[in-house]
């Protein structure tokens, strides 16, 4: 069992920045895929960015360029640094821990951008 627990979130203003970190519990960090997902209200959950155990990264096309996404795994944390922030940005954000078919889920960190 991994629990995965999301800081970070509020609130920002049009084209500011925020840096949401993902904290994991467990030894097996190095081992799993990472990722972050968003769901905006009457949206379905969307994934943003994925970091793979050997560090190779995946971006979704509308945060391309605007969002970075890392991990320590000595620390067991993920990151997802986001700039040029936009209103349509506004969700719930959700970090994901993906290994041999197994995943696992935090809560949630709210993110709003004001326009």
């Not at 519990?25 to 799993?32: A, E, I, K, P």
């Not at 949206?43 to 960015?49: D, G, S, T």
């Not at 990151?79 to 809560?107: H, I």
């Amino acid at each position: 069992q991994v629990q995965l627990v999301e800081s970070g979130g509020g609130l920002v203003q049009s084209g500011g920045s925020l840096t949401l970190s993902c904290a994991a519990s467990g030894n097996l960090f190095r081992t799993y895929i990472m990722s972050w997902h968003r769901q905006a209200p009457g949206k379905e959950r969307e994934l943003v960015a994925v970091i793979y155990s050997g560090d190779n990264t995946n971006y979704a096309d509308f945060v391309k360029g605007r969002f970075t996404i890392s991990r320590d795994n000595a620390k067991n944390t993920v990151s997802l640094q986001m700039n040029s922030l936009k209103p349509e940005d506004t969700a719930v954000y959700y970090c994901k821990a993906f290994r041999s078919t197994r995943a696992y889920w935090g809560q949630g960190i709210q993110v709003t951008v004001s326009s």
